[in-house]
């Protein structure tokens, strides 16, 4: 059966080799492992987040700040039981959650790997992604994944087909973001730090402020304002 794992469905059929839209082929590719101190400041403690970046993207947003990893062939092909590892290691390392970066197209694997080491985990687990997903894939989440780490792009189906080839973002990311609400629930907290729920990032593009705020309008017209904790980015500034 072809890829269907992201909302662009494109139909690969990467067991035999074929590549996604997205880059992804058969196996899971991981371009890096790291504790990562500069997530959002409320995912950490101690020495970082455990994040494991995952190569190829089925956005490919012309202004990615990780290009080389979600554009290219960055890193090494892993199987689900080095992933499982992988996962153990970083909470043995002392990080405060587990980061899962770009992990849309990888999400049958990685929720196989998860539902394996759960219970051996007692830090929250983060699904860190660019709002590009399936409904149905963030609701098989459930019991899986503490904290949904979301973008939402973009405003309108014309800036996200100029900036990411996908004019039916909007409507993806919309119901993505209501599925991550029913299943992460209100913000959760230990102290300081989010141990459950939705932190939606929105990046004010150049030039971009009406986007912006069809964006953020449309986040408030779906969602009660306190099931989400907003960070709005401004980096071009």
Avoid at 164 to 186: C, F, H, N, Q, R
Wanted: net charge negative.
């Amino acid at each position: 059966m072809g890829c269907t794992q992201c909302p662009r469905r494109c139909g690969a059929d990467r067991e035999k080799g074929e590549r996604g839209y997205c880059g992804a082929g058969s196996g899971i590719r991981v371009a890096k492992v790291m504790l990562h101190p500069w997530e959002e400041p409320c995912l950490i403690d101690g020495p970082g987040a455990g994040a494991i970046f995952f190569g190829g993207c089925p956005l490919h947003c012309v202004c990615c700040q990780n290009k080389a990893i979600s554009h290219g062939d960055v890193g090494e092909t892993w199987d689900r039981s080095r992933l499982e590892e992988e996962i153990l290691h970083l909470a043995e390392r002392g990080a405060s959650c587990i980061d899962l970066v770009s992990p849309t197209q990888y999400a049958e694997d990685i929720l196989c790997a998860l539902r394996a080491v759960k219970d051996r985990l007692s830090i929250p687990v983060v699904w860190n992604t660019g709002g590009y997903e399936n409904a149905d894939t963030i609701r098989a989440c459930r019991g899986l994944v503490d904290v949904f780490l979301t973008d939402f792009k973009y405003g309108t189906a014309e800036t996200a087909e100029k900036y990411s080839a996908a004019p039916d973002y909007v409507t993806a990311a919309t119901d993505a973001l209501i599925a991550m609400v029913e299943v992460a629930g209100k913000p959760t907290w230990q102290g300081d730090r989010l141990t459950g729920g939705v932190i939606l990032r929105h990046l004010v593009l150049p030039g971009g402020r009406r986007d912006s705020e069809a964006a953020l309008t449309t986040v408030a017209r779906t969602v009660h304002p306190d099931s989400v904790i907003l960070s709005l980015m401004r980096q071009y500034t």
